[in-house]
Every structure is written in structure tokens, then in C-alpha cells.
């Protein structure tokens, strides 16, 4: 089993930046890729940012040059760092791994951004 833990949400103003930090548990070898999806009220998740094992990393449109995804694979962590925070960006933001070929999920934290 394997476990992920997000932190770092909250309630921000438009302009402004937050953290979020997703570190796995359990019984784990290997993570090939960490990162984050979010899902705004009516409308489908979407992938915001993923890091693979490897080093490389994808970033949606929506969010390049605003959101940065970074890993330490020491702890098992994936970070993502928000500036220039928009309403736009209010979602659920869920931590995804995947480990040695399964899927797992977070259980999400709220980010809502302000005008």
C-alpha cells in the first residue's frame, strides 16, 4: 500500500503564490513519476505538472512560467510551487504517483485564489 499526503493549500489572493507538498509512504522501491492534477468545480481534472524519476517535467500551458513542479526523491516528495496566482487556478489540486506500475492518488486540497 501506498500513501500520499498533500499540504499547502488554502485561500490566497490573486497575484499571490503557495506551496503544495505531496510526500508518499508505504512499501516503496521506486517512483517513476510524481505530480499534480486539479479539478475545478464542473469541469474535468487536468494535469497541471509531472516529474519523472529521471529528472524531466511537463508543465500545462495554463500554468508555465507560473508553477514550477520539483522532486526529491530522497523523501519521496513532489512539491509544487504556485506565483502569480489567478481565480482561474481555484481547484482541488490532487497528488498523483506512480509506483512500480500502479497508480495512486491524494486526497486533495483545496486552493482558492481571489479577485
Known amino acids: ?3 500520499l499526503v498533500e499540504s499547502g493549500g488554502g485561500l490566497v489572493q490573486a497575484g499571490g ?3 503544495l507538498s505531496c510526500a508518499a509512504s508505504g ?8 505530480g499534480w492534477y486539479r ?3 464542473g469541469k474535468q ?11 524531466s517535467a511537463n508543465t500545462a500551458d495554463s500554468v508555465k512560467g ?3 513542479i520539483s522532486r526529491d526523491n530522497a523523501k519521496n516528495t513532489v512539491y509544487l510551487q504556485m506565483n502569480s496566482l489567478k481565480p482561474e487556478d481555484t481547484a482541488v489540486y490532487y497528488c498523483a504517483a506512480e509506483v512500480e506500475g500502479y497508480n495512486y492518488w491524494g486526497q486533495g486540497t483545496q486552493v482558492t485564489v481571489s479577485s
Not at 28 to 33: G, R
Not at 45 to 55: D, K, M
Open 17 to 19: 503564490s503557495l506551496r
Open 1 to 3: 500500500q501506498v500513501q
Open 27 to 34: 512499501r516503496i522501491f521506486s517512483i517513476n513519476a510524481m
Open 39 to 41: 479539478q475545478a468545480p
Open 66 to 68: 507560473r508553477f514550477t
Open 45 to 55: 481534472r487536468e494535469l497541471v505538472a509531472i516529474a519523472t524519476s529521471g529528472g
